[in-house]
């Protein structure tokens, strides 16, 4: 009789134990969800919200002030039917063109002599690299001014009497675009030189010492042992080079807002212009989405060669 007895306080103890613990784990829960409500709030405010609502108002009429008025797909016939969305899509398909060849190659040749050098290096890394702390107003404003016809260098150059070396820069639609490229390369490259010269840090430089013992040339230890191991963080930076050419803004808006005559129009630069200037938010949030689905479209491509490659990035 004793036994049971001592064996029902036992289970008894235990039940009470178990249920102080299972209300102490609720407390806790409670408490840890009352310490992350406030930025959860702010979180579903500021971008849940503000997300759901992008798929609904490309289908509407809104001006961004009245109540959207539902329209179907009318917004997405005109946006393709809109010469100036494929003047912006053709601009940033030449804006990533441009970044993952000129750009990155020289960030490449740049990173590797800096491998090379032994004293000053890090001298070398902050001189390339200050451009990229500036912000882009004053990176655009400064190449503003340098091909402003009548204060930059091509006002000094008429004035001494080589106009005949002029670069019209953001003047003539043609090269417009390349001009803003180039302001645009020579604030961001150097953040690439960073990169690409750590990685080859990284490198096993064992491997370079047998290809050379073994007779390969420097050609052969670029491409077959230099290269493969610098394959991650090239994947890597030409992926996020690629979706933030189709996201590009900043320069092009600074500098032009996508003019002269469209010619250095983005999708990033119209669609803001429509959903402000032009109070046509609702088609404007088209023209975004429709870019949105541009770097859904490149992240499924670069999984789908990522996966048929067996690379580990």
Same mark, same amino acid.
């Given at each position: 009789m004793q036994t049971i007895n001592t064996n029902l306080k036992t289970s008894s103890s235990v039940i009470i134990d178990s249920n102080v613990h299972k209300k102490h784990n609720r407390k806790r829960n409670w408490m840890g969800w009352?310490?992350?409500l406030p930025g959860l709030l702010v979180h579903i405010l500021a971008v849940t919200i503000p997300a759901v609502m992008s798929f609904y108002l490309p289908f509407t009429e809104?001006? &961004?002030l009245n109540t959207p008025k539902f329209i179907g797909i009318a917004n997405f016939i005109? /946006?393709?039917?809109?010469?100036?969305v494929f003047t912006a899509l053709f601009n940033n398909i030449k804006w990533t063109l441009f970044w993952i060849t000129i750009p990155?190659?020289?960030?490449?040749?740049?990173?590797?002599?800096? %491998?090379?050098?032994? @004293? &000053?290096?890090?001298l070398y890394q902050a001189t390339y690299f200050s451009t990229s702390i500036i912000t882009v107003t004053v990176a655009g404003q400064i190449w503003f001014w340098i091909y402003n016809p009548f204060s930059g260098i091509n006002f000094y150059l008429d004035k001494a009497g080589l106009g005949f070396l002029e670069v019209p820069g953001l003047t003539i639609p043609a090269i417009a675009l390349f001009s803003v490229l180039f302001a645009d390369m020579w604030k961001g490259f150097g953040t690439n030189v960073i990169?690409?010269?750590a990685a080859m840090t990284q490198t096993d430089k064992s491997l370079e010492e047998a290809a050379k013992i073994e007779g390969a040339n420097r050609y052969q230890i670029l491409r077959h042992v230099f290269l493969p191991q610098l394959r991650p963080t090239l994947t890597v930076i030409?992926?996020?080079t690629i979706l933030g050419s189709f996201g590009a803004f900043e320069m092009v808006y600074v500098m032009t807002a996508g003019g002269p005559a469209h010619s250095t129009e983005t999708l990033s630069t119209y669609y803001y212009s429509l959903s402000t200037t032009g109070r046509r938010a609702g088609y404007a949030s088209a023209v975004a989405l429709f870019q949105t689905f541009i /770097?859904?479209?490149?992240?499924i491509a670069f999984a789908y060669? %990522? @996966? @048929? @490659?067996?690379?580990d990035v």
């Open positions: 009352f310490f992350i809104w001006n &961004g005109e /946006a393709f039917q809109d010469s100036v990155l190659i020289f960030a490449f040749l740049v990173a590797y002599l800096l %491998r090379k050098v032994n @004293k &000053g290096q890090t990169w690409l010269l030409t992926l996020l /770097a859904i479209f490149i992240i060669i %990522r @996966k @048929k @490659k067996g690379w």
